[in-house]
């Protein structure tokens, strides 16, 4: 059984690009959630997906935008990429809307350069 | 301004030993904590959770506890083994108002067990 599945795992990129991370959730997951991980840094919420609609928002500028499909897979986008930009983005998966343990994905290192 | 708190960046301890990871938060309104547990270069793994309305949950080596009145948690791993190095983030969230269910970290602890 498959868990969640990002791609790529690592990405560099020149500032004032755009970027696109994807991630599969785990099978039976249909809410999906993004997060950065800055170094040194506990993961920071960037939104959450249920129902192909972004359900919640994180403190994030509106360059950080996502979308999720109707297989559940899902996609972040950031736009005018800037340094600090610089970190791992994680995907996490759930079951429905209730509170359950997300599991979470090994990344996707971006380096803005 | 942090609302979930681990003040303890590293911990290290012989193996056999217990290991006390501690976290401490701010916000009321979170009512369901979770302990993950990340090695490099993998995302965060799942290790235990607890609901406010109890104060232990146990599962195998591994014990929450919840002081509700402190706003603070602890991870107790006994005996501590060599694979259980990594870092432990603690993390909180709060069931109220539908679907708020998005995790908040602290900014983890990495724990050396030695042999």
């Known amino acids: 059984d498959a868990g969640v599945t990002q791609s790529p795992t690592h990405l560099i990129k020149t500032r004032g690009q755009q970027v696109t991370l994807r991630c599969s959730p785990k099978?039976?997951?249909?809410?999906v959630s993004w997060y950065q991980q800055a170094l040194g840094q506990g993961p920071q919420f960037i939104f959450q997906?249920?129902?192909?609609?972004?359900?919640q928002r994180g403190n994030f500028p509106d360059r950080f935008s996502g979308h999720q499909f109707p297989n559940y897979s899902s996609e972040l986008n950031v736009n005018a990429l800037l340094l600090g930009d610089s970190a791992l983005y994680l995907c996490?998966?759930?079951?429905?809307?209730?509170?359950?343990?997300?599991?979470f994905g090994s990344g996707t290192r971006l380096t803005v350069v | 301004d942090q609302q979930v708190k681990q003040n303890s960046p590293s911990l290290s301890v012989q193996e056999g030993r217990i290991s006390i990871l501690n976290c401490d938060y701010t916000?009321?309104?979170?009512?369901?904590f979770l302990w993950y547990k990340k090695y490099p270069a993998e995302g965060p793994t799942f290790l235990i959770s607890?609901?406010?309305?109890?104060d232990k949950n146990e599962d195998g080596r591994f014990t929450v506890f919840l002081n509700k009145s402190a706003k603070h948690l602890s991870l107790h791993i006994v005996p501590s083994q060599p694979g259980d190095s990594a870092v432990y983030f603690c993390?909180?969230?709060?069931?109220?108002?539908?679907?708020?269910?998005?995790?908040?970290f602290g900014k983890g602890t990495l724990l050396t067990v030695n042999p």
């Open positions: 996490a998966s759930r079951p429905g809307t209730g509170n359950y343990g997300y599991t």
């Open positions: 099978s039976g997951h249909d809410t």
């Open positions: 997906y249920y129902e192909e609609e972004e359900r």
């Open positions: 916000n009321s309104m979170f009512d369901y």
């Open positions: 607890i609901s406010s309305i109890k």
């Open positions: 993390a909180a969230s709060g069931s109220s108002g539908g679907s708020n269910y998005k995790l908040t």
